[in-house]
């Protein structure tokens, strides 16, 4: 697509329920990135995925958070038994690839809310 | 460690005037700089970077930033504000040892004046 699309766009959840985020980088786009943003805590990296290659996953807050990536491509974030702490924004980045020069574009985000 | 900072939390300016929103940087190595900027209820759009080369960046919406070496800055400049340009501004740092993710500073708000 022309750039990166997330969805759902909002969600409104209950404390306790599961949720999953979705995300589609620009085509051809091999690195992919999840980035969350709330208040007093700026932006924080999530997680990385680079093709075929095992992800990173260094920047996930808890167990609970976990996310895929099929086929090079389109990427999940679930969040299991969601708290209140997890209310954010859910950014997804892309980019060509991991030269440093290379540009990383973001979605729209979701807008989580957990009540 | 990779890192920037935006010193201000919010840069207050009137229509017409010049905006600046100010970033140093603290790295190793060769800095790849960026910056973006946030409209309220939306996502992070890509302004402009600087990888090497002219220190003066030219990019979206009229915007430039001028990479200082000496003084380790990266500041963002429009030369006359718009009230359209109140937004969420992010400057960003590449972490070549992190997967090369970005690093973020913590944001300053722009508001412009009518």
């Known amino acids: 697509g022309a750039g990166v699309s997330q969805s759902p766009s909002n969600k409104v959840t209950e404390k306790g329920k599961d949720v999953e985020l979705r995300c589609d980088p620009i085509?051809?786009?091999?690195?992919l990135y999840w980035y969350r943003q709330s208040l007093g805590q700026g932006l924080e990296f999530l997680i990385y995925f680079q093709g075929n290659s095992a992800p990173d996953k260094s920047g996930l807050p808890s167990d609970r958070f976990s996310a895929e990536r099929t086929g090079g491509s389109v990427s999940t974030l679930t969040i299991q038994r969601t708290q209140q702490e997890d209310s954010a924004v859910y950014l997804c980045?892309?980019?060509?690839?991991?030269?440093?020069?290379?540009?990383?574009?973001f979605g729209e985000g979701s807008w989580l809310t957990v009540v | 460690a990779q890192s920037v900072a935006q010193p201000e939390d919010q840069v207050n300016v009137a229509e017409g005037n010049p905006l600046t929103v100010k970033c140093t940087y603290s790295?190793?190595?060769?800095?790849?700089l960026f910056w973006y900027v946030q409209y309220p209820n939306r996502g992070l759009q890509f302004l402009l970077k600087?990888?090497?080369?002219?220190?003066l960046v030219k990019g979206s919406y009229g915007f430039e930033a001028e990479f200082n070496k000496s003084q380790t800055s990266f500041h963002l400049k429009k030369p006359s504000a718009l009230v359209s340009d109140s937004a969420l501004y992010f400057c960003?740092?590449?972490?070549?040892?992190?997967?090369?993710?970005?690093?973020f500073g913590k944001g300053n708000q722009v508001v412009v004046i009518p």
């Open positions: 790295v190793s190595g060769n800095p790849y």
């Open positions: 980045a892309s980019s060509l690839g991991t030269a440093s020069g290379n540009t990383i574009y």
């Open positions: 085509s051809g786009h091999t690195a």
């Open positions: 600087y990888i090497t080369g002219d220190n």
């Open positions: 960003a740092v590449r972490v070549p040892w992190r997967n090369n993710r970005l690093a």
